[in-house]
């Protein structure tokens, strides 16, 4: 290790806080850009089941309407 | 020859690709960025001039360079886009630019917290710093294109043309140390010579450098798995890999 002691290391000669601010900076930017990635991801599953109900939905209706007919025409 | 690509311009087998690289790439950058920085923040010597404040280069040295690397590759991307019109490359536009903006940005970010305590100044509008700012701008740029349209296709098209004309950017930044009087230093590693830097604080940035290398594939896989799906959300296949039941005989 290049320094004695770990508050050294966090000390960096006197730079601690330039060194420290630049890898916390940008190790935060990239783990946004990670959980953002993953919560697109969630919001797709969430779109897809919306759009399934929503096929399902149309499908139930058009069940539903074609019995009526269906009625109607025996009548 | 090249038949073998033909499926890739299909969303599917893309996706299924990605799929299997994606747990590789992320493992491989995890490993090589923490050993990268690890080493470089606590085991590399101290430089005899900036002394401990010269480790920020662990950081901004790679991000800089994969900044300009994953913009080539998004210029590559519009040019497969606009010629051979195909969906695929479209969307890695759309993956690539906010990956390359977020490198661009820490390169920025390292850089001026570097500036400070180094030249005396968070920023100077000086060739290096305002042609990667213009980078920042250009990816930017991009991303506001591919989605300022209702139709998705005419923004990926305006998006790719914008993509194509800011690849002149990338060589300017690259050779900007050499072209105008700047505070930047030159090039330290990519050069003909011998890389002007000790063995002992070369190691951890070339790790470093192969560490972003992963990060940026597996990020940018991340993104162009999610865009697939969201382009083709309507298909069986797609609901599928979302835990979505297909439907059958509906």
């Keep these: 290790m290049a320094f004695d002691s770990w508050q050294e290391a966090i000390w960096m000669g006197g730079y601690g806080f330039y060194v420290w601010l630049s890898f916390g900076v940008s190790l935060l930017a990239i783990a946004i850009l990670v959980v953002h990635g993953l919560l697109t991801r969630k919001k797709l599953a969430a779109m897809a089941v919306q759009e399934q109900q929503r096929k399902q939905r149309l499908a139930r209706r058009q069940q539903q309407e074609r019995a009526q007919r269906k009625e109607k025409g025996a009548q | 020859m090249w038949k073998w690509l033909h499926p890739y311009a299909k969303g599917e087998a893309t996706y299924r690709l990605l799929g299997a ?37 662990f950081i901004h040295v790679p991000a800089a360079m994969f ?31 906010p990956v390359g903006a977020v490198l661009t940005f820490v390169a920025l970010f390292t850089g001026a917290v570097w500036g400070k305590p180094m030249w005396g100044t968070w920023w100077e509008w000086d060739a290096r710093l305002t042609s990667e700012l213009i980078l920042l701008f250009l990816y930017i740029g991009v991303l506001a294109l591919y989605y300022a349209f209702n139709d998705a296709r005419t923004g990926a098209k305006a998006a790719a043309i914008l993509a194509l004309v800011g690849v002149v950017n990338v060589p300017i930044i690259h050779f900007s140390v050499y072209w105008w009087n700047s505070l ?66 509906v």
């Design chain 2, 21 to 57: 690289w994606l747990p590789w790439l992320s493992a491989l950058a995890a490993l090589f960025v923490a050993v990268g920085l690890g080493w470089g923040l606590f085991y590399a010597p101290p430089d005899y001039q900036q002394g401990d404040s010269y480790r920020i280069i």
């Design chain 2, 67 to 97: 900044s300009m690397g994953a913009y080539t590759g998004m210029a590559i991307a519009a040019l497969i886009a606009l010629v051979w019109q195909i969906r695929t490359a479209e969307w890695a536009i759309a993956a690539i630019a």
């Design chain 2, 184 to 249: 930047h230093q030159g090039a330290t590693i990519t050069k003909f010579e011998k890389p002007s830097m000790p063995v002992e604080m070369l190691t951890p940035l070339l790790i470093s450098i192969a560490g972003f290398l992963f990060l940026t594939a597996a990020l940018v896989t991340q993104r162009l798995r999610n865009e697939i799906l969201k382009q083709e959300l309507h298909r069986p296949w797609a609901q599928q890999q979302l835990g979505v039941e297909a439907e059958h005989g």
